[in-house]
């Protein structure tokens, strides 16, 4: 008898295999929020399917993104996301990814 078990990302972002870290002290107003964005995306689940819960989060991010450029920003230059939060919603029937996040820009 073979088990198949799926796996989902619950939010938890390793940065243990990150090359590139950079560390920035807030220890002064060097920075502006340019806003709050939100990207959800929501998946039906098929009976029997476990592929159809892939991507579900970067298809939240991606939403994220297109929602920021409607709203006339571009992560381009100083500016980040941060306060990354990553919820995940699922039942029986559907699942559901929500990305929340600001934008600031470093002066």
């Known amino acids: 008898m073979v088990a198949c078990r799926t796996s989902l990302h619950h939010g938890r972002f390793n940065q243990l295999n990150q090359l590139n870290q950079t560390q920035t002290v807030l220890s002064s107003n060097n920075f502006a929020v340019l806003g709050n964005f939100k990207g959800i995306a929501t998946q039906k689940i098929v009976t029997?399917?476990?592929?159809?819960?892939?991507?579900?989060?970067?298809?939240?991010?991606?939403?994220?993104?297109?929602?920021?450029?409607?709203?006339?920003?571009?992560?381009t230059g100083c500016r980040t996301l941060v306060n990354i939060s990553v919820?995940?919603?699922e039942t029986e029937?559907?699942?559901?990814a929500t990305i929340s996040t600001e934008i600031i820009e470093f002066r």
């Open 48 to 75: 029997g399917n476990i592929t159809n819960k892939e991507g579900i989060i970067s298809r939240a991010k991606a939403k994220l993104h297109e929602n920021a450029r409607e709203a006339g920003i571009e992560l």
């Open 87 to 89: 919820d995940i919603i």
């Open 93 to 96: 029937k559907r699942i559901s």
